[in-house]
């Protein structure tokens, strides 16, 4: 396994969480312990108005990034979190979910970069 890359739409989230920039980063600071994930810098988390009002943010981590984009109108949260290492899919769904309280997501997970390990076989 080269890569575990989950991909979160979060739909109907409540507003004024997807609006706090602080909450945002504060995710963005817990998550990657919860996920025994190595944080290496501090999350950058901006606010913007265009297409839509919304927040990105964005942490690296040892083993690659996790990434939030809110989309404040459409009440919808899209989360990325993408390593190098196993980590619990579930376990990252109940987090985000617990924070940004969605009516509905939709998970998908793929492996990435397995054709790495079977060329080293």
Not at 14 to 41: A, M, V, Y
Not at 74 to 82: E, F, G, Q
Not at 87 to 103: C, R
């Amino acid at each position: 396994m080269h890569g575990l890359h989950l991909i979160i739409d979060m739909y109907g989230c409540r507003g004024d969480r997807l609006g706090d920039k602080n909450l945002i980063s504060q995710i963005l600071l817990e998550l990657p312990d919860f996920l025994k994930l190595t944080r290496l810098s501090e999350p950058l988390v901006e606010e913007y108005d265009n297409p839509t009002p919304g927040i990105s943010g964005f942490v690296i981590i040892g083993e690659s990034h996790i990434s939030i984009h809110t989309f404040i109108k459409d009440r919808l949260a899209t989360v990325d979190i993408y390593a190098c290492k196993e980590f619990n899919v579930d376990n990252a769904v109940q987090y985000l979910t617990g924070k940004l309280s969605p009516k509905k997501i939709h998970k998908y997970v793929l492996r990435r970069g397995d054709e790495v390990a079977a060329e080293a076989l």
